[in-house]
């Protein structure tokens, strides 16, 4: 079997070891409900306990302001959707143009509900234009949802200024922070997010398990209703290897945070200034320093991303493409789009994302692969032959 060099960490992480380690025996042995009365049941609340206290910790928060849920997905959803249905008499939503589809697609479906969404427009930089946020603020805004980092450029959004507007009008600020954590600080003890949303799978733990972070005196209606778990707030039978493994994954996340800072950050500055030097024609999307340390997404002009990542695939490289073109559409990333990022560019877009498991050897193949491969595309390229 080939060796797989996965640079793709935004997309979905590998099960940490120690994760793995700590999920096992919940599976055979420590099998319980934690919502039963019985000795056996009550050592796995115990030990989901923990794990709340271990989520808690890494984001600066409460354990009794951590709720558990299946995915980033639902975290999304059931704060849009909770604030909504608590405030039934707002009928305004305020966003970025640039979300993740949980939440991108969730707003859409909502104005054709009838709610009204404002989509706040970013910069050629994709940085958040917070005059034009300021300026769509209306006595009927329910929510303002803006995500703590971009899932495609690793751009950084200023949720602590956004907090303080949000705040000072009477609203509620959502944050989709699912790229975000475990990559750089979060202290919500110190900025004023009410609710954020965070997806295991994104930090070394399993698919399935997420966490909807709700601030006390949020006013919040739950999506799922059911039994009594998470104190009313989402009903449904615990996942509990998951919620451990969640656990696990969030100390080690803490353990790793300084490696985001520096070795981290340092591969992706090495992979971007190769690829660059030794290839024409291709830039970095979003702003060169308000990112994640792991992300690098990167335009080729006059190539098609789709052909550089089945490409990159014969060679064991697992990437991704800024672009929608892999999922049959035509059209580029809505990102790169409300970036401004041109046509002849933003269709050849590559996101390259790394982990504390990348090493400098893999970092080093894939910038020696990339120029070469871009080269051959270009060779065979209309988009090149007529600028010739």
């Given at each position: 079997?080939?060796?797989?060099?996965?640079?793709?960490?935004?997309?979905?992480?590998?099960?940490?070891?120690?994760?793995?380690?700590?999920?096992?025996?919940?599976?055979?042995?420590?099998?319980?409900?934690?919502?039963?009365?019985h000795?056996?049941?009550?050592?796995?609340?115990?030990?989901?306990?923990?794990?709340?206290?271990?989520?808690?910790?890494l984001?600066?928060?409460?354990?009794e302001?951590?709720?558990f849920?299946?995915?980033?997905?639902?975290?999304?959803?059931?704060?849009?959707?909770g604030?909504?249905?608590?405030?039934?008499?707002?009928?305004?939503?305020i966003t970025t143009?640039?979300?993740?589809?949980?939440?991108?697609?969730?707003?859409q479906?909502?104005?054709?509900e009838g709610?009204?969404?404002?989509?706040v427009?970013v910069?050629?930089?994709?940085?958040?234009?917070?005059?034009?946020?300021?300026?769509?603020?209306r006595?009927?805004?329910?929510i303002i949802?803006?995500?703590?980092?971009?899932?495609?450029?690793?751009?950084?959004?200023?949720?602590e200024?956004?907090?303080?507007?949000?705040?000072?009008?009477?609203?509620?600020?959502?944050?989709?922070?699912?790229?975000?954590?475990g990559?750089?600080?979060?202290?919500?003890?110190?900025?004023?997010?009410?609710?954020?949303?965070?997806?295991?799978?994104?930090?070394?733990?399993?698919?399935?398990?997420?966490?909807?972070?709700?601030?006390?005196?949020?006013?919040?209606a739950?999506?799922?209703?059911?039994?009594?778990?998470?104190?009313?707030?989402?009903?449904?039978?615990?996942?509990?290897?998951?919620?451990?493994?969640?656990g696990k994954?969030?100390?080690l996340?803490?353990?790793?945070?300084?490696?985001?800072?520096?070795?981290?950050?340092?591969?992706?500055?090495?992979?971007e200034?190769?690829?660059?030097?030794?290839?024409?024609?291709?830039?970095?999307?979003?702003?060169?320093?308000?990112?994640?340390?792991?992300?690098?997404?990167?335009?080729?002009?006059?190539?098609?991303?789709?052909?550089?990542?089945?490409?990159?695939?014969?060679l064991g490289?697992?990437?991704?493409?800024?672009?929608?073109?892999?999922?049959?559409s035509l059209?580029?990333?809505?990102?790169l789009?409300?970036?401004?990022?041109?046509?002849?560019a933003?269709?050849?877009?590559i996101?390259?994302?790394?982990?504390?498991?990348?090493?400098?050897?893999?970092?080093?193949?894939v910038?020696e692969q990339v120029?070469?491969i871009?080269?051959?595309?270009?060779?065979?390229?209309?988009?090149?032959?007529?600028?010739?």
């Amino acid at each position: 079997m080939r060796k797989v060099i996965y640079v793709d960490n935004n997309a979905t992480t590998m099960v940490a070891p120690e994760v793995l380690g700590a999920m096992q025996p919940f599976f055979a042995e420590r099998y319980g409900n934690a919502s039963s009365m019985h000795t056996f049941g009550g050592q796995v609340k115990h030990d989901l306990d923990e794990a709340r206290a271990k989520v808690a910790h890494l984001l600066g928060a409460a354990p009794e302001e951590i709720v558990f849920t299946s995915c980033g997905t639902e975290s999304d959803n059931a704060a849009i959707l909770g604030v909504l249905r608590a405030n039934p008499d707002k009928r305004h939503i305020i966003t970025t143009r640039v979300e993740h589809p949980a939440v991108h697609s969730l707003c859409q479906s909502l104005a054709q509900e009838g709610y009204e969404v404002t989509e706040v427009p970013v910069t050629r930089q994709g940085e958040l234009d917070l005059d034009v946020l300021v300026d769509s603020i209306r006595p009927d805004t329910a929510i303002i949802s803006a995500m703590w980092a971009n899932n495609e450029t690793g751009v950084l959004f200023p949720v602590e200024k956004i907090a303080e507007i949000a705040h000072a009008n009477g609203i509620v600020f959502h944050s989709d922070a699912v790229q975000a954590v475990g990559k750089v600080p979060i202290n919500l003890a110190e900025v004023g997010v009410d609710l954020l949303a965070l997806s295991g799978h994104k930090l070394h733990a399993p698919k399935g398990i997420g966490v909807l972070y709700v601030r006390r005196g949020t006013k919040l209606a739950p999506l799922l209703i059911g039994g009594h778990q998470e104190h009313g707030r989402r009903g449904g039978t615990e996942n509990s290897a998951s919620i451990v493994g969640l656990g696990k994954a969030a100390e080690l996340a803490e353990t790793h945070l300084a490696k985001q800072q520096t070795r981290i950050k340092q591969m992706r500055d090495t992979l971007e200034r190769r690829i660059l030097e030794s290839t024409p024609d291709c830039f970095v999307n979003g702003h060169p320093e308000h990112r994640l340390p792991n992300t690098s997404n990167i335009s080729f002009e006059y190539v098609e991303g789709e052909a550089i990542l089945l490409m990159l695939d014969e060679l064991g490289i697992c990437a991704s493409s800024g672009s929608a073109c892999a999922s049959g559409s035509l059209e580029p990333s809505h990102v790169l789009r409300a970036m401004g990022v041109p046509f002849t560019a933003a269709h050849g877009s590559i996101r390259f994302s790394l982990s504390v498991y990348n090493t400098d050897e893999e970092v080093k193949y894939v910038a020696e692969q990339v120029p070469g491969i871009v080269k051959r595309l270009r060779e065979i390229s209309p988009f090149t032959q007529k600028q010739k």
